[in-house]
């Protein structure tokens, strides 16, 4: 996810590294992903909050410690979308399952 989609940056939570990862981990299991999610990085990045391999390497950014859980579910969703998907388009499929994810399927 590109750096600048984020909706404020003025609250913030922080949390451990362990809790990042285990928060990836939940999600990876919901989305049926967890066998094809290999490695879970993270480290500072400077123009994307998290990026994702085909291979299933997942990177995510250090900053995300300082953002709030939300923004952290947003970010941790989408990057395992498109490693559900084997893509990185944001097509209609793609939006629609992030949607769901994050929000059920019931709502609009
Ligand atoms: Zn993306």
């Known amino acids: 996810m590109k750096r600048g989609e984020e909706k404020s940056l003025h609250v913030s939570e922080a949390i451990t590294r362990d809790l990042l990862v285990q928060e990836v981990k939940v999600w990876s299991r919901r989305i049926g992903v967890e066998e094809r999610l290999k490695e879970i990085h993270v480290r500072p990045m400077k123009r994307k909050w998290a990026s994702v391999s085909t291979r299933g390497r997942l990177t995510l950014n250090a900053e995300l410690f300082a953002q709030t859980a939300e923004f952290r579910r947003e970010v941790i969703v989408h ?20 949607r769901a994810y994050l929000y059920g399927l019931n709502t609009r």
């Open 79 to 98: 990057e395992l979308v498109h490693l559900k998907l084997n893509h990185g388009s944001h097509n209609s499929l793609f939006r629609a399952l992030t």
